[in-house]
C-alpha cells in the first residue's frame, strides 16, 4: 500500500506571496492532520480534516487554511508569507475516526521563504 | 508555542548496546502514546504505539514502557545498529486528530 504522498518536496516563496501544499494520504485513511516542523519549535499541530471537515484547529494565525477533498486528499494554504513561516510542513493520515491514533506521516514540503 | 524543542538532548550509544530514550508527557488524560524515529530530511516514521490501560508493550527490537503514576514513556532499542541513529519523538494523543510532540532526541550510534 503507497504511503503518505506530498508535493511539492521543496518550495521557495517570496514573503507576502501565497502558497498551497498537497497531501494524499493513505488508501482508505480519511483523517488527515497537518504539522509544522521547525528547528526552535519543533512539531506543532495545525489542522486536522476529517470527511470534509475540520475538526481541530492549533494555534496558529488566519493565514493559515486548509481543506479536504470528497477523495480525502488535503490540501494547506499559507498567504501573506512571512519569514517565519519556512518550515517542514507535514500531513499525517489516519484510517481511525476518533482521537489521534496510528498518525502515518509522508516526507514533507520544505518550505523557504525569502 | 505548544511543542518546545529548543534543546535537542543526545543519546551517544555504542553499536550492539541497548539504547534507552526517556520522555515525559503532560497531558494525564491522554490515552495513546506513539514513538516515532526522523531520519534526516524525511517525515516522521511510526515505530510503535502504546495505550494508557497497557504499561509495557514490544515490537520487533522496540519496547515501550508506558508509567502512568509519574507521566513517563520509555523507548528501549535492543541491540542498536548504525540504521537506529535518527531523532526520536514521543507523542501524545490530546485531542481530535492532534498529537502532541516532545522535543525529541538525536540517537548517535558509534561503531
Known amino acids: 500500500k503507497a504511503g503518505v504522498t506530498q508535493t511539492p518536496r521543496y518550495l521557495i516563496k517570496t514573503r507576502g506571496q501565497q502558497v498551497t501544499l498537497s497531501c494524499s494520504p493513505i488508501?482508505?485513511?480519511?483523517?488527515v492532520s497537518w504539522y509544522q516542523q521547525t528547528p526552535g519549535q519543533g512539531l506543532q499541530f495545525l489542522f486536522e480534516?476529517?470527511?470534509?471537515?475540520?475538526?481541530n484547529k492549533g494555534n496558529f494565525p488566519g493565514r493559515f487554511s486548509g481543506r479536504q477533498f470528497s477523495n480525502s486528499r488535503s490540501e494547506m494554504n499559507v498567504s501573506t508569507l512571512e519569514l517565519g513561516d519556512s518550515a517542514l510542513y507535514l500531513c499525517?493520515?489516519?484510517?481511525?475516526?476518533?482521537?489521534?491514533?496510528?498518525?502515518?506521516f509522508g516526507p514533507g514540503t520544505r518550505l523557504t521563504v525569502t | 508555542g505548544e511543542s518546545v524543542g529548543l534543546h535537542l538532548p543526545t543519546l551517544s550509544v555504542q553499536e550492539g548496546d541497548n539504547s534507552i530514550i526517556n520522555c515525559a508527557y503532560s497531558?494525564?488524560?491522554?490515552?495513546?502514546f506513539i514513538w516515532y524515529k526522523q531520519e534526516s530530511g524525511k517525515g516522521p516514521q511510526f515505530i510503535i504505539d502504546?495505550?494508557?490501560?497497557?504499561d509495557k508493550r514490544q515490537g520487533q527490537r522496540v519496547t515501550v514502557l508506558l508509567n502512568k503514576t509519574v507521566k513517563h514513556l520509555s523507548l528501549q532499542i535492543a541491540a542498536t545498529q548504525p540504521g537506529d541513529s535518527a531523532v526520536y519523538f514521543c507523542?501524545?494523543?490530546?485531542?481530535?486528530?492532534?498529537?502532541?510532540f516532545g522535543a525529541g532526541t538525536q540517537v548517535v550510534v558509534t561503531p
Open positions: 499525517a493520515s489516519s484510517v481511525t475516526p476518533r482521537g489521534a491514533y496510528e498518525q502515518y
Open positions: 507523542a501524545e494523543s490530546v485531542s481530535w486528530g492532534k498529537l502532541q
Open positions: 480534516y476529517f470527511s470534509e471537515t475540520q475538526r
Open positions: 488508501s482508505g485513511h480519511r483523517s
Open positions: 502504546i495505550r494508557s490501560n497497557m
Open positions: 497531558n494525564s488524560a491522554s490515552d495513546y
